[in-house]
């Protein structure tokens, strides 16, 4: 039984893989301490929607530095409207001076372009007769890599129930959606 859980834990984590599409660079220290795990707890809404039950009227503000000096900024505001919870982010990535090569080896490259990613999220909460939390974001992204752009959008699910005092039990979907694709040839 064992067995067909974990090919079926492997094919079905193949088929929604992350890319530059629905990029997931962490904008919190904890993010990238549990390496984005914690899809139970109650640590961050990207990790699993289903948090935002859980917490209270908050707004954050994050500059990120990553790799090859990809710099930008997360700003995340939430709030809580009678029974609902809702929270609203806007996200900005990009770096200026990516070298342009030629197909053919050089020492010298034949510019520089700019990369950028820029995204917009809404999360909230599914009230319910059941005792176990419902959250989904929506997200809306737009990304620029030399003469192609991409846009378009992505939902995510979370689910959460504490089964005893310490235990809780967590089930996320992420990155569903589409994108699309357009060059300005």
Request: avoid cysteine; proline fraction near 2%; hydrophobic fraction near 40%.
């Amino acid at each position: 039984m064992i067995k067909y859980f974990i090919i079926g834990y492997i094919f079905f984590s193949s088929l929604f893989s992350i890319g530059l599409k629905a990029l997931l660079v962490p904008h919190k220290a904890e993010i990238i301490a549990l390496s984005n795990t914690g899809i139970a707890g109650n640590i961050d809404v990207d990790i699993n929607p289903a948090s935002i039950n859980q917490k209270n009227s908050f707004i954050g503000f994050s500059n990120n530095k990553w790799l090859g000096d990809l710099s930008g900024n997360k700003i995340f505001y939430s709030w809580k409207n009678k029974e609902y919870i809702q929270g609203l982010s806007f996200e900005y990535l990009g770096i200026d001076d990516v070298e342009l090569r030629d197909d053919i080896p050089n020492d010298i490259p034949q510019g520089q372009i700019n990369v950028n990613w820029i995204s917009f999220d809404y999360v909230g909460n599914i009230k319910n007769s059941f005792d176990f939390d419902i959250g989904y974001k929506i997200k809306l992204n737009y990304s620029k890599l030399y003469l192609q752009r991409y846009y378009g959008y992505t939902f995510d699910f979370g689910f959460k129930k504490n089964v005893h005092e310490y235990v809780d039990v967590g089930f996320v979907v992420k990155n569903l959606g589409y994108e699309y694709k357009s060059n300005d040839v």
